[in-house]
C-alpha cells in the first residue's frame, strides 16, 4: 500500500463517521514550487507547499485549518480555488471531479466556492467603487449591469452596511472592517455553496474581529453556506469551527472535531501549539515556550516525520519512516508514529498524555 | 436654538459627505486639480503657447523668414522689433511664436507616440509574464543600453536631418522607459489580491484587464509620460542645436539657440531668449505632470 493510499483511508474513515455525503473532497493535493535559479546555475530546489494532502469538508460545516506561517494553509486556499494549478490529487465537488473531462469547469467551481483574502485594502479595487467590486461577479457571470449592481446593494444590506451611504464609496474611504464587510459581499455575490476565509478576521482588531465572526456565523445559516477557515489564532478557530485541521510544512498532522483537538489533542505539535495559544487567565500563563526555532526549510523538509526535528518524543522510527495519516476512535485522524501500536516507537503502546 | 443649529450643520456635513461619494474617480481628480492654483496657472501658461503657436500669424507682424541686414542683432526693446532682431535681421517674436510650433511639434508628438507604442507593449509585457515579457523586456533592455540622447543622435544621424526624422527618432529613444514603466506598474498590479479575486470570480483575461488591470495602470502610465514631454522638448531643441534635428531657415528654438549662439557677446539677451522659452515650456511640462500625479493619487 503506497503512502498516497493510505493517506486519504485517513481522512475516509473520518467522513464514514458523518452521515452526510461529503461537498468538498480533496485527495492527495500536492504542490511544489520550483524555486527559480539563476541563468547560469539551475538549480533544481522545489518547496514543497502542499503534499500529499487529503481532507473532506462535509455541508454545512465549518471546517478550520490552522498552523505555522509557511505551513501551506493559503496555498491550499489558493490550489482549491484553482488559483495556481496543482501538482497532483484530485478535488471533487458534491462528487464531481473539478477540471476533469467530464467535471466541473474551473468556471463553475468558481460559482460554487468563493474566498476572502486576508488583506481587506488589497482585495478591493481601489478605482472601483465597492459596489462595483461586489457586483463584478454575477456580471462576468451573464447578468446585465443593472440587475448584477442591485443584488450588490442587497448583499450591502446583508453584511451590514446601508447601500444608500456605501454603495458608491472607494476602498479607501472604509475602515478595516467595513471593507471586510464588502470582501464578504464579494464573495457572496456568485451564491456560492462553500466560502474559504483565508485569514480573513486576522487582520482586524478585536472589537471588529468579533463582529465580523459574528456576522460569519449569521450569514452561514442564511444562505446556507460551508466554510473553510484558515486562521493562525487559535481562539477564533475554536470559537467558529466544527472540525480543524492542523498542518505542519504542507502536512496534515491532525484532524478532528474541533472539541476533541482542543482537549485531547493527540499530535506532539498539536499540543504544542495548544500550549502556546495565550491564557485569559494570568494565573495560568505559559511559563516555558513549547517549541523553540523555526520550522525546517521547506526545500529540503526532515525525512520521515516532518516534525521529528522540533519534537521531544523523536526516536529512531520518526526519522526512518513519515507516519500516516491514519483514523483513531474518536472521528480523530492523526500522523504520528506514538499513535499507533506496532509502529515502533516506545511510546506506542502506552496511554497518551494530555 | 443651539442644538438646532449643532444638528443642521450635521445634517449639512452629511449631505456634503454623500454628494462626494457618489462622484467618479476621474470626477473627483478633476476637482482636486481645480483646486490646485500651481496646476492651473502652467496649464493655462501651456495653453495660451499652443493658441498662439497655432494662430502664430495673428500674434506677429513681421515674416519669420525675411530679415534684413540694416536690422542686425537690434537688442531687446527696439522700436517695431520688442524683441528684438537676430543675426540675419529677422523680427526675433515672429521666429519665436514660429519657432514654437516645431518644438512643441517635436516636444510632444514622440512623447505621444511612444506612449502608445510602449504603453501597449509595456501592458502587454506585464500582464501576459513568461516568455513573452522575457522577449520584450530583454529586446528593451537592448535599446535600454544606450542613454536616449546618444540612441535620438545616433537615429538622426542615420537617417539624416529634419522634423520627421526627429520625431521618429526620440519616439524610439522614449519609447523603452515607457515600456519599463508601464510593465512594472502592470505586473505590480497583476498580482494583487483583488486581481486573484477578480480571476476567482470567473473573470477571463481580457474582462480583467479591461475592469481591473487598465484603470489602475493608465494614470500613472500617462503621468510618466507628461514628465516625459519637457524631457522631450530640450532633447530636440539639442538635436537641432547639433544641426541633426530641423534644418535652417526653419525657426525652431533649438536651432536658433545655436544660430545666436555667435552673437552672445553682443546682444545676450536676444540670444538667451529661446532658451528662456525652451526653459518655460518644459519647466511648465513638468509642473503640470506634478500636479497631474497629485490629483490622482487617491489615498491623499
Known amino acids: 500500500m503506497n503512502e498516497a493510499g493510505r493517506g486519504s483511508d485517513g481522512a475516509d474513515a473520518v467522513a464514514r463517521e458523518a452521515a452526510s455525503a461529503p461537498l468538498l473532497a480533496v485527495e492527495n493535493l500536492t504542490k511544489h514550487f520550483s524555486v527559480k535559479g539563476s ?67 474551473r468556471r463553475d467551481l468558481h460559482r460554487q466556492m468563493q474566498m476572502v483574502f486576508q488583506d481587506s485594502y488589497a482585495s478591493l479595487n481601489p478605482r472601483l467603487p465597492v459596489a462595483m467590486s461586489i457586483a463584478f461577479g454575477p456580471f462576468v457571470h451573464g447578468l446585465a449591469k443593472s440587475a448584477a449592481l442591485q443584488r450588490a446593494r442587497q448583499l450591502l444590506e446583508a453584511v451590514g452596511l446601508d447601500p444608500l451611504l456605501f454603495a458608491n464609496r472607494y476602498p479607501h474611504e472604509l475602515s478595516g472592517g467595513q ?22 478576521v486576522s487582520a482586524l482588531d478585536k472589537s471588529v474581529e468579533a463582529q465580523v465572526l459574528n456576522l460569519l456565523a449569521d450569514l452561514k445559516t442564511h444562505f446556507d453556506l460551508t466554510y473553510i477557515f ?3 489564532d487559535l481562539n477564533v478557530v475554536r470559537y467558529i469551527s466544527d472540525r480543524v485541521m492542523v498542518m505542519y510544512l504542507g502536512k496534515v498532522v491532525e484532524i478532528g472535531p474541533v472539541h476533541q483537538i482542543y482537549l485531547h489533542p493527540q499530535h506532539p505539535y498539536t499540543q504544542a501549539l495548544l500550549t502556546a495559544m495565550p491564557s485569559m487567565d494570568p494565573g495560568r500563563r505559559t511559563l516555558r515556550a513549547p517549541l523553540s526555532g523555526d520550522p525546517p526549510n521547506p526545500i529540503s523538509p526532515p525525512s520521515g516525520c516532518r516534525f521529528r526535528t522540533r519534537c521531544p518524543f523523536a526516536e529512531k522510527v520518526c526519522e526512518a519512516v513519515p507516519p500516516q ?30 | 436654538m443651539m442644538a438646532e443649529a449643532a444638528a443642521l450643520r450635521v445634517d449639512a456635513s452629511l449631505v456634503l459627505q454623500r454628494a462626494q461619494q457618489g462622484k467618479s474617480y476621474w470626477r473627483r481628480v478633476w476637482e482636486r486639480l481645480l483646486d490646485d492654483k500651481l496646476t492651473l496657472v502652467v496649464t493655462a501658461v501651456l495653453l495660451l503657447l499652443l493658441v ?16 534684413s541686414v540694416l536690422r542686425r542683432l537690434k537688442p531687446v526693446g527696439t522700436l517695431g522689433h520688442w524683441l528684438g532682431t537676430d543675426e540675419v535681421g529677422r523680427d526675433l517674436w515672429s521666429r519665436m511664436v514660429y519657432g514654437g510650433r516645431m518644438s512643441l511639434l517635436a516636444g510632444v508628438v514622440p512623447v505621444f507616440l511612444a506612449l502608445l507604442i510602449g504603453g501597449f507593449l509595456g501592458i502587454l509585457a506585464g500582464y501576459a509574464g513568461g516568455f513573452l ?51 512594472s506598474i502592470t505586473a505590480q498590479t497583476r498580482h494583487l489580491d483583488f486581481v486573484e479575486a477578480a480571476r476567482a470570480s470567473g473573470a477571463r483575461p481580457l474582462t480583467i484587464m479591461r475592469y481591473h488591470i487598465l484603470n489602475n495602470v493608465l ?17 530636440a531643441a539639442g538635436l537641432s542645436f547639433l544641426g541633426l534635428g530641423v534644418t535652417p531657415p526653419s525657426a525652431e528654438w533649438g536651432l536658433m539657440l545655436n544660430n545666436l549662439r555667435q552673437a552672445l557677446w553682443v546682444s545676450p539677451l536676444v540670444a538667451a531668449l529661446p532658451g528662456v522659452m525652451i526653459f518655460i515650456t518644459s519647466m511648465c511640462f513638468n509642473l503640470m505632470s506634478d500636479g497631474l500625479r497629485q490629483a490622482m493619487d487617491v489615498r491623499l
Open chain 2, 52 to 67: 498662439m503657436v497655432l494662430f502664430a500669424p495673428w500674434f506677429t507682424v513681421h515674416d519669420p523668414y525675411t530679415g
Open chain 2, 219 to 235: 494614470g500613472p502610465i500617462l503621468v510618466y509620460a507628461t514628465s516625459l514631454i519637457s524631457i522631450c522638448i530640450i532633447l
Open chain 1, 39 to 105: 541563468l547560469l546555475s539551475r538549480s533544481n530546489a522545489v518547496v514543497q507547499a502542499v503534499d500529499d494532502v487529503s481532507f473532506l469538508v462535509r455541508r454545512g460545516e465549518t471546517l478550520g485549518i490552522v498552523g505555522e506561517s509557511g505551513c501551506g494553509k493559503s496555498t491550499t486556499a489558493r490550489l482549491l480555488m484553482h488559483l495556481i494549478a496543482r501538482d497532483s490529487g484530485r478535488i471533487r465537488f458534491a462528487g464531481r471531479p473539478v477540471g476533469a473531462a467530464h467535471g466541473l469547469s
Open chain 2, 133 to 183: 515579457n522575457s522577449t520584450i523586456m530583454r529586446l528593451t533592455d537592448v535599446l535600454y543600453a544606450f542613454p536616449s540622447i546618444l540612441l535620438a543622435i545616433a537615429i538622426t544621424g542615420i537617417l539624416g536631418s529634419g522634423l520627421k526624422n526627429t520625431i521618429l527618432a526620440l519616439t524610439i529613444s522614449f519609447i523603452p522607459p515607457i515600456i519599463r514603466i508601464s510593465e
Open chain 1, 325 to 354: 495519516l491514519l483514523a483513531l476512535q474518536n472521528s480523530v485522524a492523526v500522523a504520528c508514529h506514538m499513535r499507533f501500536p506496532g509502529s515502533g516507537h516506545s511510546r506506542a503502546d502506552k496511554t497518551v498524555p494530555h
Open chain 1, 179 to 200: 471593507r471586510q464587510r464588502i470582501n464578504i459581499a464579494r464573495a457572496l455575490a456568485l451564491e456560492p455553496r462553500i466560502v474559504i476565509l483565508d485569514e480573513a
Open chain 1, 230 to 232: 484558515i486562521s493562525h
